[in-house]
């Protein structure tokens, strides 16, 4: 009986070792975020610009948007998104640009919400802002 226990346990870590293998090998090499194309991304400037054209939307979670959002901004975070959409649908227009953002570049919550926004609710101009609020800040500095 201990033998066939010693064979099992070496059968399944001669398995493991080419997974943990590439999984050093790849450590820094993959990205889990949702990739957006740079034609999807604006910079805060491009977006600051757009005036009364841009519907701003908050991506963060209802705490840090309650403490402090981009002025006229409309929360739409993934937790609440088919909760909080009709709010969103009564202001946007074809003529308008989305710009979605959350807290930082590195921040996955605004790319997912853009992604919901483009192909569950059917949106165009949808924008996911460079370095989201943290950009934002900055820029009004």
């Keep these: 009986m201990r033998a066939v226990a ?3 346990a070496a059968l399944v870590c001669l398995a493991l070792l080419p997974a943990i293998a590439q999984a050093l090998y790849l450590r820094n090499k993959v990205s889990w975020q949702t990739p957006v ?3 999807e991304m604006i910079s805060v400037r491009d977006a600051m ?10 991506a963060r979670l209802d705490a840090d948007f ?3 959002h981009v002025p006229g901004a409309i929360q739409l975070n993934e937790d609440r998104f088919n909760e909080l959409l009709p709010q969103v649908l009564q202001v946007w227009s074809p003529e308008k640009k989305v710009v979605v953002y ?8 605004s790319r997912e919400v853009a992604r919901r926004l483009r192909n569950e609710a059917g949106l165009a101009n949808v924008f996911v802002l460079e370095g989201g609020w943290e950009a934002w800040l900055a820029e009004r500095k």
């Excluded at 757009?50 to 939307?57: N, S, T, Y």
């Excluded at 959350?102 to 919550?109: D, K, N």
């Design 37 to 39: 194309a740079p034609s």
């Design 66 to 68: 309650e403490q402090e």
């Design 49 to 58: 610009a757009l005036g009364e054209k841009a519907i701003w939307l908050d």
């Design 102 to 109: 959350c807290s930082s570049q590195a921040c996955g919550a």
């Design 6 to 8: 010693r064979q099992v």
